[in-house]
Structures are given as structure tokens and as C-alpha cells.
């Protein structure tokens, strides 16, 4: 390696750290309580099991597993989020060098990213958006390794398997890149006749399905209730004809907003506006394949079932937006224009936390503004001069059941939502409002 290209790998390094360090800080400096999907993690993660009533269970693991290590130190959880959005960039930015061949567009691939607010403004909260973000870039990196590859490798197609579970346990959503994936390979074996079938893809699908398992059991014995759910939040259980319009193109305005200050930053960085889409290029035709097919299939997805699609669900749709658009204008980029391209990336890069910080501190309606901690206090205070042994359960909704689960010093489980039953079958137990504690 080059200096040239040493220097590159650095200033990559220096990048994914101070972001790191900026969004791990900055929420923990500014914030007096985590956020409500973290806490929702933690109150599910305290009882793990492999699902619960929202979500598969892999949003509650990662936070979980850091509780054992860290205990109820906010900034573990803020610093979690930052972990799996640092894995994402590096293997943007790896794949983008297999791609590109080229070291300084690799690093402004990965750039671009920073004008996505998904990618910094909204990652201080882990939730299942967060969780997927190092498995979708993992997924389709491996995915590129199999199709750049005239010799398919088993440990490939094993971790293509391995990492689209862990996926698809973060969030069903992930379908849709799954999905775009075998499209792309239906396409290449079966139509353009390119493309050889190999009985190691079968590898694949046997790892994909041993992993998934133990949740489809769960969703069984537990009346699928996290579909249900699911398809609440779509709004499908209260249908209209016109949401078969509405919400798709409602869903495509909201996107073109979202990207606007990435467009600006592609706009710094080329001559003039000229591409051409090549089907023959094999790179293209991938890029095309990750990058636009989750979105035209979540886009017809609205259409055909008239669903609503949530803001945020489109989180790690855009992770190689920045390689696809470079990829795309590679010809056009003036890398003289490099430092106005700099000076509006480091501009967003820090407007993002002023931003974040001004809201954090100004606004104090927030669930980051809660009591969290001081609640717990005194309701610890109150067991205590009932009773001498620890807190084992605590029952209510996620947030103040769970916010208590977090801070109280036993970690007590979270045992769902309030029912006679848990407490006709505790031997000790008080009651707050809605919200009860006690022990077996």
C-alpha cells in the first residue's frame, strides 16, 4: 500500500472515530434519559426470549449483552448505536474499494453517508433500524464477494446465511434486501444465462432457515404477534382505496426530502449532470440491485397492499447510495473541486450535532428529559421500608416499566404488561400508578 492510500485508510479512520466519539458523547452529555426504543430493548432484553410483542429478538440482544458488561451507564447503549453504524461505513468502504479501485472515491462514498441523517442524527437511539445497519452492509458485501467470484466458496455463502438471519431477526424488513438479492441472482442464472447455479447457494438457505428456527417456533406458540403488530403500524387493519395512492407517493416525497443534502454534496463534487445506465456493466447492474430494488419493492409493496411506510424504516436502504452515485458520475467527478465538496460535508457533519444538541437542551417534553433515574430512586426508597429482599420483577408498559427495569439497582426482569396473574403469583409485590414491582 501507497502512502497515498495509507493516508486515505487514516483519514477513514479519523472519520468513523470522531464520529464515534461525537454521537456517543454528545447524546450522553445533552440527554437525561435514554431514548424510548432503547429503553423498550433493555425492558425486553432483561427477559429474553426469541421474540416479543413488537419485534423479532435481536434488537434486544446487543443491548443485553452490553448491559452484563456495562450495567446502566447511558452512554454503553449511545456508544452500541455508534458500534454498528462504524461497522456499516467500514464495509461501505471496503466494498467501495473493490468496486471503484479507487481509494479517495471509496472514502467519499462513505462521506456522503454523513449528509443521511439516518446515519447520525437518529443513531444515538438503538432500536431495530439501528440494529440492522452492520448485517445489511455484511449481507450484501459477501453477496458482492459471490458475485464478482467465478469459484463460490462455502464460507461465503455461509455468512451470507448467518448474517441475513441475524438481519431478519432485527427486523422483518430486511426481507426486502433478501429479496433484491435472489432477484438479482434469478436474473443472472436463469434469464441472462451468465451466471451458473451452484448447490452451495443451497448453503445459504439452509443457514438462513436453521438460525430462523427458534423464532418461527416462538412466533407460533405466541399467535404471530409481532406480524400483527407489524401490520398495524401499516395502518392495513383500517383500509381505504385512496391509501393505495397516497401513501406510496407520500412515501416517495419523504425520500426525495431526506436525500436533498445529499444531492447537494454529489452536486460539489461533478462537472455537470451526465451518467448513462448500462445493463452490461456487471458492477452497475449489482449497484442497481442493492441500491434501487429494496426501494422500488417497498414502493410497490404500498401500492399493492396500500401501506403506510414509516420514515424510518428506510434507514439502511441508503448505506451504498454514496457508492452507487459515485460509481454512476465516476466520470464527471472533479476531484479539484474536492474542497468545496470538504467544506459542505464538514458543515453537515457538525450542524448534525449542533443541531441535535440544541433540540436535546431546549426542548424538555422529550422522553429524554423522563426522571428515569430519580424515579427509580424513590420507588426503590419505598420498597425497601416494606421489604428486605431485592426487586425480581417489574410489570407495566416498556417505558416506565422498563425505565425502572433499567435503573433499579436488582435489574428487575420485565414481565410484560400488567395481569392478576403475575401478581396472585408473586410473594411480595407494590404497585405505582400502572406499574407494579415484586418478587416470585
Known amino acids: 500500500m501507497n502512502v497515498l492510500n495509507r493516508n486515505i485508510n487514516n483519514l477513514f479512520l479519523i472519520f468513523v472515530l470522531s464520529h464515534m466519539v461525537i454521537w456517543t458523547f454528545i447524546p450522553t452529555l445533552t440527554n437525561n ?37 456495562f450495567g446502566a451507564q447511558d452512554w454503553a447503549y449511545y456508544f452500541l ?20 479501485g479507487n481509494f479517495k472515491l471509496s472514502l467519499i ?12 442524527f437518529t443513531t444515538p437511539e ?14 450484501v458485501y459477501y453477496s458482492w464477494k459471490i458475485y464478482d467470484s467465478k469459484e463460490i466458496k462455502f464460507k461465503d455463502c455461509f455468512l451470507i446465511g448467518f448474517f441475513a438471519a441475524i438481519g431478519f431477526l432485527s427486523k422483518y424488513l430486511f426481507i426486502y434486501l433478501l429479496v433484491s438479492i435472489i432477484l438479482l441472482f434469478i436474473y443472472l442464472i436463469f434469464y441472462k444465462k451468465n451466471k451458473k447455479f451452484d448447490f452451495k447457494y443451497i448453503i445459504t438457505l439452509e443457514v438462513f432457515i436453521v438460525f430462523l428456527v427458534p423464532h418461527l417456533v416462538w412466533l407460533f406458540n405466541n399467535d404471530f404477534i409481532t406480524i400483527t403488530y407489524g401490520l398495524k403500524r401499516t395502518g392495513l387493519e383500517d383500509p381505504d382505496i385512496f391509501d393505495h395512492i397516497k401513501y406510496p407517493f407520500l ?3 419523504k425520500q426525495i426530502g431526506i436525500l436533498i443534502p445529499f444531492f447537494f454534496l454529489i452536486w460539489l463534487l461533478i462537472n455537470k449532470i451526465k451518467f448513462k445506465i448500462n445493463l452490461k456493466d456487471k458492477k452497475l447492474l449489482f449497484l442497481i440491485f442493492i441500491n434501487i430494488m429494496p426501494i422500488f419493492l417497498m414502493f410497490i409493496s404500498s401500492v399493492i397492499l396500500g401501506s403506510k411506510i414509516r420514515t424510518m424504516w428506510m434507514t439502511p436502504f441508503y448505506l451504498f447510495f454514496g457508492l452507487f452515485f459515485v ?7 472533479n476531484l479539484k473541486k474536492i474542497n468545496s465538496f470538504l467544506y459542505g460535508f464538514l458543515f453537515l457533519f457538525f450542524l448534525s450535532p449542533i443541531l441535535y444538541s440544541y433540540v436535546s437542551i431546549s426542548q424538555t417534553d422529550k422522553r429524554t428529559d423522563y426522571p428515569g433515574k430519580q424515579i427509580a430512586a424513590k420507588v426503590q426508597k419505598t420498597w425497601d421500608q ?14 416506565k416499566a422498563g425505565n425502572l427495569s433499567y435503573h433499579l439497582k436488582s435489574r428487575p426482569k420485565w414481565e410484560g404488561f400488567t395481569n392478576s396473574k403475575t401478581l396472585n ?16
Not at 426470549?49 to 458488561?69: R, T, V
Not at 462504524?86 to 471503484?100: D, M, P, Q, R, T
Not at 462514498?109 to 447520525?120: A, G, H, K, T
Not at 438503538?126 to 449481507?139: D, I, R, T
Request: negative net charge; contains cysteine.
Open 126 to 139: 438503538f432500536n431495530v433500524n439501528v440494529c440492522q445497519l452492520p448485517f445489511w452492509s455484511l449481507v
Open 81 to 100: 448505536s455508534q458500534l454498528f453504524v462504524l461497522i456499516a461505513f467500514y464495509y461501505v468502504f471496503k466494498l467501495s474499494y473493490e468496486i471503484l
Open 109 to 120: 462514498s462513505v462521506l456522503l453517508l454523513e449528509s443521511i441523517y439516518f446515519y447520525n
Open 327 to 333: 460509481y454512476l458520475f465516476q466520470l464527471q467527478i
Open 33 to 69: 434519559n435514554l431514548p424510548l426504543d432503547t429503553i423498550e430493548a433493555l425492558a425486553w432484553g432483561s427477559n429474553l426470549d426469541w421474540g416479543f410483542n413488537k419485534h423479532p429478538p435481536m434488537s434486544a440482544f446487543f443491548p443485553e449483552l452490553f448491559f452484563q458488561i
Open 251 to 253: 412515501f416517495l416525497f
Open 425 to 440: 403469583d408473586s410473594s411480595q409485590f407494590i404497585c405505582v400508578d400502572d406499574v407494579c414491582l415484586g418478587r416470585y
Open 386 to 399: 416494606d421489604f428486605d429482599k431485592e426487586i425480581q420483577f417489574v410489570t407495566g408498559d416498556e417505558w
